[in-house]
């Protein structure tokens, strides 16, 4: 059986534009162990891994592409969601808004069906040579994003509750039959050191 592992990236430095930010001391510990798991999960086992290409993403899972001699690959199809701000809401209320409300959102920001509309193309792709190949296939990306492609591309269910109880960094694993089924679906951020919840 193969596998869709998304990871959401380590915790990472406040300074820089949102694009450069990079891990901070605990984010490097987090990544360490992180790709420790995978490692050991998917030893012998052919992995391709696709990541957003914010720094933060990059450098998440930049050791276990040294330890397979993976190449990572970067998609902007795994970018975060431009959520947009507000004086009215707080980033969480607009969050909450865009989860039950596909169409909802703020000046400057993007509505979940809009981003869904631009990654549709690539996400497609994705998932399509996914479903041919026999490798496991390791997604790197951001909360709000990861759930967005878990709900709208996987038919899982993914909500703001979800949403609230993510991580970072965070693992959700799916697991496929040989007729491109979902056979099972789960979290698991054991033995990942210094977990991040807000």
């Known amino acids: 059986m193969k596998k869709i592992t998304f990871i959401r990236h380590g915790k990472a430095a406040m300074e820089g534009s949102d694009r450069e930010r990079v891990l901070d001391a605990d984010g490097i510990i987090q990544a360490t162990s992180l790709c420790k798991k995978i490692k050991d999960l ?4 052919k992995v391709r891994i696709i990541s957003s290409p914010f720094k933060r993403a990059l ?7 040294l330890d397979f001699g993976a190449n990572i690959e970067k998609s902007d199809a795994l970018e975060e969601i431009n959520i947009g701000k507000d004086k009215q809401l707080s980033k969480h209320q607009i969050i909450e808004k865009m989860w039950s409300d596909e169409h909802f959102k703020v000046e400057n920001g993007s509505s979940q069906s809009e981003h869904v509309k631009k990654i549709k193309k690539d996400i497609t792709e994705i998932l399509e040579n996914f ?13 709000n994003s990861i759930g967005i492609i878990l709900k709208y591309f996987l038919n899982t269910k993914f909500t703001f509750n979800d949403w609230k109880n993510i ?29 991040f919840t807000i």
């Open 131 to 143: 479903y041919k190949s026999d490798y496991n296939l390791v997604l790197v990306s951001h909360g």
């Open 167 to 195: 991580s970072m960094p965070d693992i959700y694993f799916l697991e496929f039959n040989e007729k491109n089924k979902i056979i099972d679906f789960k979290r698991d951020i054991t033995g990942i050191e210094k977990v």
């Open 59 to 65: 450098q998440t899972i930049e050791k276990l592409s």
């Open 42 to 45: 998917f030893e012998g086992k």
